[in-house]
């Protein structure tokens, strides 16, 4: 459209894919769509901006003068609100879409390997706390050489998946 920049679209429909991250057709076809609406919701937002600033134009009470606008030309007023509406319905919508598609993949994919992953609990069960051996009981600091740590053993008991993590 004249007056738009091609490249800040073209950079709004790539930091989508970045974000959103599509993995088939039918995810970059809803991203696609998210950037489009994307771009018309701030067209129509800017459309609204105008529209009001041209109906107040001049006032010296710009609210005054839209609550004029409103009992005088309630048509317009409607027309424009249900721009901007379907703008951001249509944004919304395709959001939607594709938070359900990408859910349902990674179920799927989920259910083909055969477990999930539990992110929050890598970090609870990765070994021991070591402790800086200034901050460390002057009992607990190792005076002798290294000793290796043995995986399982006395030195690292097996961590309790149930009670590894506090939340």
């Avoid at 809803?30 to 994307?38: E, P, T």
């Avoid at 027309?79 to 395709?94: E, I, S, T």
């Avoid at 070994?127 to 800086?132: A, L, Q, R, Y």
Wanted: net charge negative; aromatic share 6%; glycine share 4%.
């Amino acid at each position: 459209m004249p007056g738009e920049d091609p490249a800040a679209y073209e950079d709004l429909r790539q930091g989508l894919h970045q974000s959103y991250l599509p993995v088939n057709e039918a995810e970059l076809i809803l991203v696609d769509q998210i950037a489009a609406n994307a771009w018309r919701l701030m067209r129509a937002q800017r459309v609204e901006t105008a529209f009001l600033a041209k109906l107040t134009e001049g006032a010296q009470d710009p609210d005054a003068a839209l609550a004029e606008a409103f009992l005088e030309k309630p048509k317009e007023l409607a027309r424009m609100h249900r721009y901007v509406a379907a703008a951001q319905n249509a944004y919304y919508k395709a959001i939607t879409q594709l938070s359900k598609l990408q859910k349902e993949r990674a179920a799927t994919e989920a259910d083909e390997i055969g477990f999930v992953s539990y992110p929050h609990l890598s970090a609870s069960i990765v070994g021991p706390k070591i402790e800086n051996s200034d901050t460390a009981p002057a009992s607990s600091r190792q005076t002798g050489p290294a000793q290796p740590l043995s995986i399982g053993g006395p030195a690292s008991p097996a961590p309790n998946p149930r009670t590894a993590c506090s939340f």
